[in-house]
C-alpha cells in the first residue's frame, strides 16, 4: 500500500527554537493534512491543504503542499513547552481511498 | 464544542471474547472513518461510512472485524474472537463532506490479555 516518509523520527530543540518536519510519498497526493496527538488522545487537525504549492498557516505553525504533489513540510517557529508532542502528516493519494494514509510521525522533544 | 466522542476509553478483555466500540461523530457529518493504531505507528485506515453506507474496507479489515452505521449518525465496531494482535488504539473520524479534513475521537484503547 501507500506509504509516507516523515522525517525526523524525533528531534530535541531548546525552547524558542524554530523546527521543521516534512513528509515524501511516492506517488502524488490530492491531499495533506498535519495533525499532532498527546499521548492517550486522539490526533488534532493542524492545517489541512488541497492544492499544490498552498502555504496555510496557524498561528506559529506553517505548512506548505509541494509542487510535485508528493511531498509536505510542517514548520514551528519560537516552539514553547506544549508544542511538545508526536505529529503526523497524513494524505490521500490520487485515485487512492478515502481513508487518509499515515507517516510514523515525528516525535518533538522541548528541553527547557 | 461537541467532538467526535468514543466509548468506552479502555477495553480490557481475554483473549477470544468479542467486544463492541462506538463512535458518536460530530453533527451532521456524513463521513464517519475508523482507524487503528499500533505503538509508535500512524493510524492505520480500516473502513469507512457515507451516511449509512460503508463504502470501503482496508484490507487490514479481517472477516473478524464488521462495522455499522445503521441510522448513518452513531457507529459501532465489533471484532469477534479477539486475538492478542487486535491490541490497538482504535480510532474514529468524522468530517462533513468528500475530501473534506477529518476530525478525530480520543479513542478507544483495546488490550487483550
Known amino acids: 500500500g501507500q506509504q509516507l516518509n516523515q522525517s525526523p523520527q524525533s528531534m530535541f530543540i531548546q525552547e524558542g527554537e524554530d523546527v521543521s518536519m516534512n513528509c515524501t510519498s511516492s506517488?502524488?497526493?490530492?491531499?495533506w493534512l498535519w495533525y499532532k496527538q498527546d499521548p492517550g488522545e486522539g490526533p488534532v487537525l493542524l492545517i489541512a491543504?488541497?492544492?499544490?504549492?498552498e502555504l496555510t498557516s496557524n498561528g506559529r505553525l506553517t505548512a506548505q503542499f509541494g509542487i510535485t504533489r508528493k511531498d509536505s513540510f510542517l514548520n514551528i517557529s519560537a516552539s514553547i513547552p506544549s508544542d511538545v508532542g508526536i505529529y503526523f502528516c497524513?494524505?490521500?493519494?490520487?485515485?487512492?481511498?478515502?481513508?487518509?494514509?499515515f507517516g510514523k510521525g515525528t516525535h518533538l522533544i522541548i528541553q527547557p | 464544542d461537541t467532538g467526535v466522542s468514543q466509548d468506552p476509553r479502555h477495553k480490557i478483555t481475554k483473549r477470544g471474547q468479542n467486544v463492541t466500540f462506538r463512535c458518536d461523530p460530530i453533527?451532521?457529518?456524513?463521513?464517519l472513518y475508523w482507524y487503528r493504531q499500533t505503538l509508535g505507528q500512524g493510524p492505520e485506515f480500516l473502513t469507512y461510512f457515507q451516511n449509512e453506507a460503508q463504502l470501503e474496507k482496508s484490507r487490514l479489515l479481517s472477516d473478524r472485524f464488521s462495522a455499522e452505521r445503521p441510522k448513518g449518525s452513531f457507529s459501532t465496531l465489533e471484532i469477534q474472537r479477539t486475538e492478542q494482535g487486535d491490541s490497538a488504539m482504535y480510532l474514529c473520524a468524522s468530517s462533513l463532506q468528500d475530501l473534506g479534513p477529518q476530525h478525530f475521537g480520543d479513542g478507544t484503547r483495546l488490550s487483550i490479555l
Open positions: 506517488s502524488i497526493f490530492n491531499t
Open positions: 497524513a494524505g490521500r493519494p490520487v485515485g487512492g481511498a478515502d481513508g487518509l494514509t
Open positions: 453533527s451532521e457529518h456524513n463521513r
Open positions: 491543504l488541497y492544492k499544490a504549492g
